[in-house]
């Protein structure tokens, strides 16, 4: 199956950047969509960008204009570029992925996060 390990994660002022990466490895028949989700302290889990196959692209409203998410499926990775950070970014941000096995089934991959910090 399919491991997701995510980088990229820090500390970094308000205003600043970051780019998280997430390595997909394993052996899976294709990567459907892959996104990132976040989960701040004291607040449930929301899905930040979601990107499809054919590089469809959604994002949550609160990140919109300032987050990219985008794809490399030759090297089955998934980035989020990170602009213009506010505290409220603070997260840890976990990697996700759909993907669909040799039976055609339809599983969703996690990684184990990767803590950002926006600090004031």
């Known amino acids: 199956q399919v491991q997701l390990v995510e980088s990229g994660g820090g500390l970094v002022q308000a205003g600043g950047s970051l780019r998280l990466s997430c390595a997909a490895s394993?052996?899976?028949?294709?990567?459907?969509?892959m996104g990132w989700y976040r989960q701040a302290p004291g607040k449930q889990l929301e899905l930040v960008a979601v990107i499809t196959k054919g590089d469809s692209t959604n994002y949550a409203s609160a990140v919109k204009g300032r987050f990219t998410i985008s794809r490399d499926n030759a090297k089955m990775m998934v980035y989020l570029q990170m602009n213009s950070l506010k505290p409220e970014d603070t997260a840890v941000y976990y990697c996700?992925?759909?993907?669909?096995?040799?039976?055609?089934?339809?599983?969703?991959?996690w990684g184990r996060g990767t803590q950002v910090t926006v600090s004031s």
């Open positions: 996700t992925a759909e993907g669909t096995t040799m039976v055609r089934a339809v599983v969703t991959f």
């Open positions: 394993g052996v899976i028949f294709s990567l459907n969509s």
